[in-house]
């Protein structure tokens, strides 16, 4: 991936959290600090980064290759239309606002932008994310490659060409690791009211789903080849999966959530 970040040019507008660990992500494969400039006044940055203000980055000589949008929704409307003149320039914009369209990018851009849109998760903070891409017809080839790169180096990477499917992404990936850490809140209080010590409920139930996730990622069975595995005919797990597995057990409540997000995402798109 080194050699794929040798030469790439990045404006990052906004390093909170996600915008964060995406540089960071970046320095460790080899992304040149001098060759990432960020507009964030309060904002941190890593040795040689440069941290610059709106006037300075729509200045920049040679100009920025791919326009990282980072900003929080409720604040893009207000940040992005200033950096319309960088599309003249042939910057594609990679936006990770959550909901905002690529129509909607342009709109705000008020010109005919190369636009990546992206859903990442809160896992890119450690190297473990997973993002899903939509790009409008005028990125290039190349510009959706140095797109993928870039969040690759955070985690795992795929494509969707239909941009509503975005809405079911951020239902399943973009809000999910909530409904992982609301399983192990359940799974700890579950544990408390059977009577364990609530420090050791909250252990067993976090250090479970943590390993249980490590041990998906490490094995190439199918989630089910897995869980048949673990669940002996007739056993504790086989009493408990009764019912979860029951007609109105885990899945199709699942169901009905990710049915919530995804209208909510729509509504906020809209």
């Known amino acids: ?3 794929e970040l040798l030469g790439l040019r990045v404006l990052l507008l906004g390093c909170g959290r996600m915008g ?9 494969q080899g992304l040149d600090p001098a060759a990432v400039a960020v507009v964030d006044p ?26 990282v949008v980072a900003v929080k929704p409720q604040m893009i409307n207000s940040v992005l239309p200033a ?78 060409d239909d941009e509503a499917l975005m809405d079911e992404v951020t239902a399943l990936s973009g809000s999910g690791p909530a409904y992982v850490f609301l399983l192990v809140e359940a799974m700890a209080e579950a544990g408390r009211a059977a009577g364990l010590p609530p420090a050791l409920a909250e252990k067993l139930a976090r250090q479970t789903v943590a390993g249980s996730g490590a041990l998906l990622d490490a094995q190439p069975d199918e989630p089910a080849a897995l869980r048949r595995a673990v669940t002996s005919p007739g056993g504790t797990t ?24 995804a209208h909510r995402s729509r509504e906020l798109a809209s």
Not at 95 to 124: D, F, K
């Open 1 to 3: 991936m080194t050699s």
């Open 20 to 28: 964060g660990s995406m540089l960071a992500g970046w320095l460790a």
């Open 42 to 67: 309060a904002a941190e940055v890593p040795p040689g980064v440069r941290r610059i203000t709106q006037d300075e980055a729509l200045a920049l000589t040679p100009r920025p290759d791919i326009c």
């Open 83 to 160: 950096y319309g003149p960088l599309v003249a320039q042939g910057t594609v914009f990679l936006s990770i606002a959550a909901g905002i369209t690529l129509a909607g990018i342009e709109r705000m851009l008020n010109a005919p932008a190369a636009v990546v849109r992206a859903m990442p998760n809160t896992p890119a903070a450690i190297g473990r994310g997973m993002t899903v891409l939509c790009a409008n017809p005028r990125v290039e080839a190349p510009a959706r490659a140095a797109c993928e790169t870039l969040l690759s180096a955070v985690g795992a990477v795929d494509w969707v």
């Open 238 to 261: 086989a009493a408990a999966l009764a019912v979860l597995m029951a007609d109105d057990g885990l899945a199709p409540l699942m169901k009905r959530a990710l049915e919530a997000a």
